[in-house]
């Protein structure tokens, strides 16, 4: 599936201009998903991810960098791919035909 929606990324124009907001709408699901996991951990004293488990060896320091990286990584690649879907827009408003006026 992830090779279909990539050639449909590349070869399907964007219809409507992407907004500078939306990458950063898309990285509330990973900003609630760790905060979930965070709150959740505390209350069972369970954490399923083992780089979120403030008990581990780097302590809540380490837990400030790894949930930082995810939150970083995650907004990076959104922004990536808000970038290439800004380009595939304007390629494909060079190729299509202008309407009749």
Known sequence: MPIVLLIDCLLIPAVFA???RRPL???GYPVADVAYSLLRGAAV???PYPFLDPRGPADYAGLV????AVVV???AAALVLDQAAWLRRRIALDFLPS???
């Open 73 to 75: 990584g995650c907004l």
């Open 45 to 47: 004293d369970w954490c």
């Open 18 to 20: 992407a907004r500078w």
């Open 65 to 68: 960098g790894s949930a930082g």
């Open 25 to 27: 709408v898309w990285i």
């Open 99 to 101: 309407p009749p006026r």
